[in-house]
């Protein structure tokens, strides 16, 4: 029995190195992929489709669903300040967002989305267009 005894003691004393071994490593921060995500609360998210005649821009809080709403082929429109959608995908965008429970408003509009207010992108000029060579002058009586 002697035997098992010093055999257990020598575990025990390796066991004890070990454990003081680990006690002297510093902690690690664990790393941004085993770290708890923020959970989005979807149905908070307020969301708006303008139904155009040719378009669909949807603006509001979209940041969490840009990767969804590029499934659709939607592109940012930096001067809508919104995505731009082709209109067939409406049904399609509407269920996808209800299927997130988000619960969109829907706003029509009777008009195209380009070549109106809310689309001030310059348009180019054709070349059968002539160039009428407009300019301002603005003069001054002071002399």
Known sequence: MSNIEEKLDI???????????YDNIPKQKSSPSTEKKSIINYSKMKVIIYKYADKLLVKGDTYDIRSSLQKYKAYWSPENKGWIIKLNNFSKLEK???????????KIKNRNLEGNKI????????SSEPDTGDCLIISSDED
């Open 119 to 126: 689309n001030n992108t310059p348009q180019k000029k054709t």
């Open 11 to 21: 575990i025990n004393s390796k066991l004890d190195k070990l454990l003081k071994k």
């Open 96 to 106: 996808l967002l209800i299927s997130f429970g988000i619960k969109p408003e829907i």
